[in-house]
C-alpha cells in the first residue's frame, strides 16, 4: 500500500459481514489469524487486535519490514466474546487510546471487514475509512458489500453478469431437503451451502444415498430456522481457484490469482501463480472479477475482493462465490510483495498453508529450526519460509508462507519444512 498518512489496521475478523456472529466459536477462531496484519504496518501506524502478539513475532516482523518498534503502535483488545471489535474496544476503555493515537495526521481506519461497527467506529474516532474519501462514502457501500458477501445475492449478481455458474437454486431452509432431492434426480451429489457462510462453514455435501430410505438432511444451525441457502450441483472437481482484484477510482485491477487449496469445501491453503497450463481459466476469471468489480464500484465499493471458481476435470471453469473484503490471501499477498521489493524476479511463486507439528514449540524454536535448515526467508535471496501469524495458540497448528523463484521451489521448500518441524503427516 501506498498511503499519504498513517493507516489504523484494524483486524475485525470477529464481523457480521460474512458469517452472522451467533456463530461465535468459528469468528472466534478465525480472529486467531489477526497476529498477519503486522506485515501491512509502516512508521506511524496503530495496530488494533483482538488477539495478543508475542514479542518475539512483533521483533522477527520489524526486523523483516525494517519497521522501528518504537514508531507503531500496537493496541491488544481484551477477549470480550463474540461481539465486533469495535464494541470490544469500547468495553475495554481503549477508545480514547485509539483516537490519541491516530490523532490529527490524516490518519484512516484500515478494518479487514468493510461492516457498520467498522464505519461506527471510524466516525468515532474521527478518521475516514481507506480507501474512501469520507465515512459517508465508505457508509454508502455496505449495501453491496453485505449482499455481495451471500452466496445468494452473489449468484443472482453472476448470472447478470454472464458468468458461468453451477445448476443450483436459492431456497429458505425447510426447503433445502425437498430442492436437494429434486437437483440429485439429474446430479450424483449436491452441495448446499448457507447463504452467509465464509471458509466452508456449514456447508454439506449430500450424495443420492444419503437421502435414501426416507433419511432426512441435516444442515447446520447457521441463518437460523427461516435462513436463505443454495443447493448446486457437485461438479466433479480438478481445482479451487480464484483471482484477486482491486476497485480504484482508476478502475479495477486484478492483483493475483493462484489455486486453493481445500478439505470439503474447507480453505486450508493457497498457491500462486497458476500453472501455465490453466492460463484460459486465469484470463476467463479475470474477465469475470472485472465486470465483477465495475459492478462494484457502480455500487460505491472501493477495495480488494475475491472471485473464486471451480475447475472441472475437462477444464471448464464455474464461478463459486464473491468475498467483497479483504481475504485470507490480501496480506500475505502484501506481505510477500513488500518482502520482495527490489528482487530480480517481481512475480514471485509462493504459498501460504498450515502444517501441525508433533509436538508444541514456541516461536523462537521453531524460528530457529528453520535458520539451521537453512529455510527461513532471507531478504538477500528473495526466498524461503515466513511464519507469518505467530505462534499458533496451541503451539502446534502453525500457518506459514513460502517464497520462492518458481512453483517447483515452491513445493521443495514445503518438503523441506515439514520434516524441519516435524509436522504429522510430513
Not at 496480506?331 to 510477500?336: E, L, N, R
Amino acid at each position: 500500500m501506498t498511503e499519504t498518512g498513517p493507516i489504523v489496521v484494524f483486524a475485525n475478523f470477529l464481523s457480521d459481514l460474512a458469517v452472522d456472529l451467533d456463530e461465535g466459536q468459528i469468528l472466534t477462531t478465525w480472529a486467531q489469524q489477526a497476529p498477519r496484519k503486522a506485515w501491512l504496518l509502516r512508521p506511524g501506524d496503530v495496530f488494533v487486535t483482538p488477539v495478543p502478539l508475542s514479542r518475539e513475532f512483533l521483533r522477527y516482523v520489524y526486523d523483516l519490514t525494517g519497521v522501528p518498534p518504537e514508531s507503531v503502535a500496537v493496541v491488544e483488545v481484551p477477549p470480550a466474546g463474540a461481539v465486533p471489535l469495535a464494541r470490544a474496544v469500547r468495553e475495554a476503555g481503549l477508545l480514547e487510546q485509539v483516537r490519541a493515537l491516530a490523532g490529527d495526521r490524516g490518519a484512516a481506519l484500515l478494518p479487514t471487514a468493510l461492516d457498520a461497527s467498522a464505519i461506527t467506529f471510524a466516525r468515532d474516532i474521527g478518521i475516514d475509512v481507506h480507501p474512501y474519501p469520507t465515512v459517508e462514502a465508505a457508509e454508502a457501500a455496505l449495501k453491496t458489500t453485505m449482499l455481495l458477501n451471500t452466496k445468494t445475492g452473489f449468484r443472482e449478481t453472476a448470472e447478470q453478469l454472464g458468468m458461468r455458474l453451477p445448476t443450483g437454486r436459492m431456497c429458505r431452509r425447510p426447503e433445502a431437503e425437498g430442492v436437494a432431492r429434486a437437483l440429485l434426480r439429474d446430479h450424483e451429489r449436491v452441495v448446499v451451502k448457507p447463504d452467509r457462510s465464509a471458509g466452508g462453514h456449514g456447508m454439506r455435501f449430500v450424495s443420492r444415498d444419503d437421502l435414501r430410505g426416507g433419511a432426512s438432511l441435516p444442515l447446520d444451525t447457521v441463518g437460523g430456522p427461516e435462513g436463505l441457502w443454495v443447493v448446486e450441483e457437485c461438479l466433479d472437481v480438478a481445482q479451487s481457484v480464484s483471482v484477486q482484484l482491486e476497485v480504484s477510482a482508476s478502475g479495477t485491477r486484478a492483483l493475483f490469482s493462484g489455486a486453493m487449496r481445500t478439505v470439503q469445501g474447507s480453505f486450508t491453503g493457497y498457491a500462486s501463480p497458476l500453472p501455465p497450463a490453466g492460463a484460459h481459466v486465469a484470463d476467463e476469471l479475470e474477465e469475470w472479477g472485472t465486470a465483477l468489480g465495475r459492478h462494484l464500484s457502480d455500487h460505491g465499493y472501493a477495495g480488494p475482493f475475491g472471485l473464486d471458481a471451480l475447475v472441472d476435470t475437462e477444464g471448464v471453469a464455474y464461478a463459486s462465490e464473491s468475498n467483497i473484503r479483504r481475504t485470507a490471501t490480501t496480506t500475505p499477498h502484501a506481505m510477500v510483495t513488500r518482502l520482495t521489493e527490489g528482487w530480480a524476479n517481481a512475480h514471485p511463486a509462493w504459498s501460504v498453508s498450515k502444517g501441525s507439528t508433533r509436538t508444541p514449540m514456541d516461536f523462537d524454536e521453531a524460528l530457529a529450526r528453520l535458520r539451521a535448515s537453512r529455510l527461513a526467508f532471507d531478504p538477500d535471496r528473495g526466498e524461503g519460509v515466513v511464519l507469518y501469524a505467530d505462534v499458533p495458540p496451541d503451539g502446534r497448528s502453525w500457518r506459514y508462507a513460502v517464497i520462492a523463484r518458481s512453483a517447483g521451489d515452491v513445493a521443495e521448500q514445503e518438503t523441506a519444512l515439514a520434516e524441519v518441524l516435524e509436522f504429522e503427516g510430513g
